[in-house]
């Protein structure tokens, strides 16, 4: 694939992740030399409907994002889901618990019967996607490495293993241990364990790894305090889409 | 050989610390991490004595590191750049447990294929090992393995008495190291006897964990292949693969290139890996040859006491326990070895 057309488009969200492209900052004109940004509204005013990659961040949650999503399936040869929400629902779907009737009226107030709602879902709900980055926000690194990857014509490497893996990595002290409940053992990794390192504990941003134990995890969690309604609604943060 | 093993008294422990600290190495020592320990770059030296823990990563880290940039090469080249790597160091406070896991892994690094990455750091690094007088934890079962004394492997080890040491020499480099120390003495008689004391005080502290002696597992594993005791485990296996990265003996790695921004330049890059985790049998057709938890538990343990342990005729578990100390399904070896002799 040779300098291919790029394109960025949002649903919802909070755009966090195409911020993490523009905060690539010194590296960005390398970027632009090995592809051609043709739209990315987030940096630049000028358009371009003609594009080989899209990137498209966001959840789907109205009606009149079903088109416009499918449109953007048409144009572009490889679609690719950036962050929780376009890739796996994300935060959007905590609303999915509740009647979206309420939702909107929590949301929007008065106004809300100006607002049309649908269940939030990930964008491989509604069209096909040809790769992922997950996490919240993606993780640069990861979107730079798809690129080469797709311009070199080598098969990206999207990490398969449990958050735990980089956790220990960064020597830190299991959070069980500390008495803190914790996503890391059935999330997928790739984040270096950010949060956990820096103090938090994992709430699951990127989504199940493949193969997780979830009733060991949930008898570890209940172990450590946590009721089943606990250990449900730490699971529905991000993962409400999941099964 | 028997003269190289001479002991000698140090008078000063802060003494050899400070003369450690002026040699031209970097100095990787036990430091304290949230209530655990951690290997780590110190400018002073404070090994937690007989408080010691297993350390959170063992001091693989440092021989065969995750991340690892083999070398660098150029896109459609058939040339390689190795990394000038010119770091010399010395590994501080290494305990018997570890130092015997780095000489299993200089026998698997070098046995029919010698790898060269591997053996330049080990090369380049000095082991200053101390050794153990009493059990660390409930977690640890070194003794019942085999591997609570240290024959060799270390340049020195150390035995701390509170405000000096007794060192014992296990290389060339490691009498240069003390032959440059000028601080020190000669053991006298009496330096002997409380040698002796403190060895005889060990007698006892240690227990065989195991319902079993270390020379009967390769057979107990092998007949225990359809055990029912791997699928009660696996169903509590979380499969978080921290077991695989907490290991001292645990080698197992992936290599991928990854490119440059410029698509020309690369790197080749080694990182962890572990059986324990899906995707490490995955192969280029998509099957899995360990698909399930349970198989994979199982293959886990028939490489520490079974597999590696015909090979070699030593347990390639260290005992150190740091799997069952971090592991949240509470799966220890002391337990699934007595459960498999039931």
Known sequence: ??????????????????????????????????????????????????????????????ETDIPRLEGIRKRAEILVAIGSCAAIGGINCIKNFKDLEEVKKIVYGRDARYFDTILAQPIDAVVKVEHYLYGCPMIKEEFLDLITSLISGKRPVVPNYPVCIECKLQENLCMFHKGVYCLGPITRGGCKAICITYGNSCEGCRGLVDDVNINSQTDIMKEHGLSLDDALSKFKLYGGYLR | MKNQKTIIYIANRDEFHSYLLSQPY??????????????????EINDPGDKYTPTLLP???????????????????EEIFEIEDKEKRILFGVRPCDINAINLMDKIFSDGYNDNYYAKRRKDTI??????????????????????????G??????????????SIGSKRGR????????????????????????????????????????????????????????????RD???????IDCPTCYCFDIQDKLELNIEDGRRVRDWDGCMLRDFTLVGSGEIFRASKADRLRHRFN?????????????????????????????????VVNSLMV
């Not at chain 2, 082991?127 to 060799?152: A, N, Q």
């Not at chain 2, 979380?238 to 695989?244: D, E, F, K, M, Y």
């Open chain 2, 59 to 77: 001091p693989k880290k440092y021989l065969y590191p995750d991340e690892w940039i083999l070398f660098r090469f150029k896109r459609g080249r």
């Open chain 2, 127 to 152: 082991l200053i090992g101390i050794d153990c007088f009493s059990p660390c934890d409930d977690h640890s079962f070194c003794y019942s393995v085999g591997h609570l004394d240290v024959k060799e």
């Open chain 2, 176 to 235: 240069r190291l003390m032959t440059k120390f000028t601080k020190v003495r000669e053991t006298t008689p009496h330096d002997i006897e409380q040698i002796r004391e403190i060895e005889k005080k060990k007698e006892g502290m240690f227990i065989n964990k195991f319902k079993t002696k270390v020379d009967n597992l390769p057979l107990l594993f092998r007949s225990s292949i359809s055990s029912p005791i791997w699928e009660e485990l696996g169903e």
């Open chain 2, 303 to 335: 490489r520490k006491f079974h597999y590696l342990m015909n090979v070699y005729k030593k347990s390639h578990c260290v005992g150190c326990g740091r799997c069952a100390r971090d592991c949240l399904a509470r799966i220890s070896p002391v337990e």
């Open chain 1, 1 to 62: 694939m040779k300098r291919p057309r790029v394109a960025f488009f949002d649903f919802t969200c909070c755009e966090g992740c195409q911020l993490e492209v523009s905060n690539l900052e010194d590296r960005l004109i390398d970027l632009t030399k090995l592809v051609d940004i043709v739209m990315f509204r987030e940096v630049m005013s000028e358009k371009d409907d003609t594009y080989d990659i899209a990137f498209v961040e966001g959840g789907i949650s109205r």
């Open chain 2, 238 to 244: 979380l499969g978080c693969g921290a077991c695989n």
């Open chain 2, 26 to 43: 970097n100095i990787y020592a036990v430091t304290e991490k949230e209530g655990r320990y951690v290997f780590a770059d110190v400018n």
């Open chain 2, 154 to 167: 270390y340049d020195l080890l150390l035995k701390d008495i509170g405000t000096a040491y007794f060192v």
